[in-house]
């Protein structure tokens, strides 16, 4: 029995363009990069895969402008919360066979750079604060609304917010701003300031590059 091709991600631009002025160098927004995208599992299936001792996730949360985050496996009472809070669940494409199918919608870059596809839910209001991420990232959105605040290139000499674990950098001025509904995506650069917040209660998926080591 032959399964369903496998769709692209579809670019704005030549996979070729891409590549040469926007790989490792600057934001792509891709609206409906996969049309008609919906999130194959639910917000109850995303927290039921945050009990699993053997299953990597956070929850991050924001209570009166103070940021916390606490490591998995967790139970169900740890989604009854009043704060601002987001669950991201690691290497999702491991333990769902529709997850790891998005890895195979970005056929137009090398399979071994693709490191994982963390799921992250997100209620409205809430986001994991401006960071900046060492590695490629294809935000997709799967369910809800959520804005994407991107900043200036940050490096280590950056100045970074200490404190619970997180590695926060201060509120920053947005150089642009994108608002992602279910099938658009955002691809970020290495070093790239970010900043997503949820208009809605939200799922988003980011599938994950590696970057090529710097050479000393």
Not at 81 to 89: G, I, K, N, S
């Amino acid at each position: 029995r032959v399964g369903k091709p496998i769709i692209e991600m579809k670019l704005p631009i030549s996979a070729q363009l891409f590549l040469a002025e926007y790989w490792q160098q600057k934001p792509l927004y891709l609206p409906q990069a996969i049309p008609g995208f919906r999130s194959p599992i639910t917000p109850d299936e995303l927290a039921g895969f945050a009990l699993d001792a053997d299953i990597e996730s956070r929850l991050i949360w924001q209570d009166k402008g103070i940021w916390g985050q606490a490591d998995g496996p967790f139970t169900d009472t740890s989604f009854q919360r009043q704060d601002l809070w987001t669950l991201l669940v690691q290497q999702m494409d491991r333990w769902h066979p529709a997850i790891h199918q998005l890895r195979l919608r970005l056929s137009f870059l090398p399979n071994w750079r693709f490191d994982d596809v963390m799921v992250s839910y997100a209620v409205e209001g809430a986001g994991v604060g401006p960071h900046f991420d060492r590695y490629d990232v294809f935000l997709l959105q799967g369910l809800g609304q959520r804005e994407w605040r991107l900043g200036p290139v940050c490096d280590d000499d950056t100045p970074q917010l200490g404190g619970n674990g997180l590695n926060l950098i201060p509120e920053f001025e947005p150089e642009a701003t994108f608002l992602l509904n279910p099938g658009d995506a955002l691809y970020v650069p290495p070093g790239i300031a970010h900043w997503g917040i949820a208009r809605s209660a939200n799922m988003t998926f980011s599938v994950g590059l590696r970057a090529p080591p710097i050479a000393a």
